[in-house]
């Protein structure tokens, strides 16, 4: 008898009218629930956050799905992104470069780059490239303004180590100093 009487209370328990719940609305800034009726924020800070421009909660606005989310193209695990060492567009999970060697190459020039002491290399007048700093175990001269003879050669303009502009490659041929024709 019990058991029966027990089953019973259960059962009009469960099947009884509940009170209805206090109903939460969420807060028009950050989306948190809160009771505080008649109000659309849950704190001074969300008041504040909107009346400086933030825009109204939406739930959908953040989900990996939406694109207007992400600046950068959705790739099938993460973001494009263009490598930092080798330029290439790669699938990122959260990586800057797309392998450990690109890494390296990257990390490598942003050594160099960040290197007080580094010599900046001075160009050819010729066809733009580096004028070496070393040549045949000697210091090349500051003066000189060409990377190579064959490049001197073509320009007939001053040569690389005269110390007088007023000589061109023709004339210091034949200049005494030089052992040229007298």
């Known amino acids: 008898m019990k058991r029966a009487a027990l089953?019973?209370?259960i059962k009009a328990d469960l099947l009884a009218e509940r009170p209805a719940a206090a109903a939460t609305q969420e807060c028009f800034t950050c989306g948190r629930p809160f009771l505080k009726p008649g109000e659309r924020f849950c704190a001074e800070r969300c008041r504040e956050a909107f009346d400086a421009g933030m825009?109204?909660?939406?739930p959908n606005y953040a989900?990996?799905?939406?694109?207007?989310?992400?600046?950068?193209?959705?790739?099938?695990?993460?973001?494009?992104?263009t490598c930092k060492g080798c330029g290439r567009t790669f699938d990122s999970v959260g990586l800057r470069c797309c392998s450990v060697e690109c890494e390296r190459k990257h990390r490598l020039k942003l050594e160099v780059a960040d290197h007080p002491f580094r010599i900046e290399k001075?160009?050819?007048?010729?066809?733009g490239g580096d004028i070496?700093?070393?040549r045949n175990g000697r210091r090349v001269s500051k003066a000189t303004r060409f990377c190579?003879?064959?490049c001197q050669r073509r320009n007939p303009g001053k040569?690389?180590?005269?110390?007088?502009?007023?000589?061109?490659v023709q004339t210091v041929k034949k200049w005494a100093k030089n052992g040229g024709s007298r």
Do not use: H, I
């Not at 825009?55 to 939406?58: A, L, Q, R, V």
């Not at 001075?122 to 066809?127: A, L, P, Q």
């Open 7 to 9: 089953a019973e209370a």
């Open 55 to 58: 825009g109204p909660y939406d």
């Open 63 to 81: 989900g990996k799905s939406q694109q207007r989310w992400y600046a950068l193209p959705l790739g099938p695990r993460g973001l494009m992104l």
């Open 122 to 127: 001075r160009k050819c007048e010729e066809c």
């Open 132 to 134: 070496p700093n070393w």
């Open 148 to 150: 190579s003879p064959r």
């Open 159 to 168: 040569p690389s180590g005269s110390p007088n502009p007023g000589f061109d």
